[in-house]
C-alpha cells in the first residue's frame, strides 16, 4: 500500500513568511508525529497526534509553530513569520498507534529553505 | 530526559568487513529501542527494534541486542556491502515519555567501498 507522503518536497521562502506543510499518513494509522531534522543530526519531535487531538506539543519550539489534524488523516504543519533558523527538513511519520514499541513509517520529508 | 549517543563518523569500510556502530542511551522509563536507516535519496525506515532487555533484533544480516546493564544497543554486521551505505540511526522511545515519540541520535554515515 501507500506509505506516508509529503508535500511539498521542497519550499522556498522568504524570511517572515508564512508556510503550510502537508502530511498524508498510511491509511489506518491513528498516531501521526512531525519532526525536524537539521543537517547532520537527528530527526527532533516537534508534536504527535493520537487520533485529531495533539497529543505531546511538546516539541513546538514556539508559537510561531502550530500543527491540525482535523479528521484524524491528513496533518498540516503551519508555520508563521518563517525565520532563516526554521530551515530545516520537517519529518512526518505515523504508526498504528501511540504504543512505545510501534515502528514509525516516515515520509521523505519537506526541505523548508528560508532565505 | 532521554538522549541517545551514536559513534561520530563517518564510517568507511572496504566490501565485507565487519561493521559496528555503538549506542548508547538514557530514558526515564523502561525504553524500546530503534534502528532506522536512511538510503540515499531515501525516507527514514525502520531496520530493526527490541522492545525488552537481552533481547536481539536483527534483520538483513544486521544485528542488535538489547543491553540494560551497559544501556547499549550496538548496532553489527557481520560482513557489510555497498548497498549498506547509508545513514544509520539509533533511537528510543518510551511509555513515561508519551509513547511513541522518540528520541534519536545524529546517525552515523557508512560508506562502503568496492
Known amino acids: 500500500g501507500a506509505g506516508v507522503s509529503q508535500t511539498p518536497s521542497n519550499k522556498v521562502t522568504e524570511k517572515g513568511k508564512y508556510v503550510e506543510l502537508r502530511c498524508d499518513p498510511i491509511?489506518?494509522?491513528?498516531?501521526l508525529y512531525w519532526y525536524r531534522q537539521s543537517l547532520g543530526q537527528g530527526p527532533e519531535f516537534l508534536i504527535y497526534f493520537q487520533g485529531t487531538g495533539a497529543a505531546d506539543d511538546s516539541g513546538l519550539p514556539n508559537d510561531r509553530f502550530f500543527a491540525v489534524r482535523p479528521e484524524g488523516s491528513v496533518s498540516t504543519l503551519k508555520i508563521q513569520r518563517t525565520e532563516r533558523g526554521d530551515s530545516a527538513v520537517y519529518l512526518c511519520?505515523?504508526?498504528?498507534?501511540?504504543?512505545?514499541?510501534?515502528?514509525?513509517?516516515f515520509g521523505p520529508g519537506t526541505r523548508l529553505t528560508v532565505l | 530526559g532521554n538522549s541517545v549517543t551514536q559513534m561520530e563518523g563517518p564510517v568507511t569500510l572496504s566490501e565485507e568487513a565487519f561493521l559496528t556502530i555503538n549506542c548508547t542511551y538514557t530514558a526515564t522509563g523502561y525504553p524500546s529501542l530503534f534502528w532506522y536507516v536512511q538510503y540515499p535519496g531515501e525516507g527514514l525506515q525502520l531496520l530493526l527494534k527490541?522492545?525488552?532487555?537481552?533481547d536481539k533484533g536483527s534483520n538483513k544480516g544486521f544485528e542488535a541486542t538489547y543491553r540494560k546493564e551497559t544501556t547499549s544497543f550496538h548496532l553489527e554486521k557481520g560482513s557489510v556491502q555497498v548497498s549498506d551505505s547509508a545513514v544509520y540511526f539509533c533511537a528510543l522511545s518510551t511509555a513515561a515519555t508519551n509513547a511513541g515519540k522518540s528520541t534519536f541520535g545524529d546517525g552515523t554515515t557508512l560508506t562502503v567501498k568496492p
Open positions: 511519520a505515523s504508526s498504528q498507534d501511540s504504543s512505545s514499541y510501534n515502528e514509525q513509517f
Open positions: 491509511s489506518g494509522h491513528t498516531a
Open positions: 527490541a522492545t525488552k532487555a537481552d
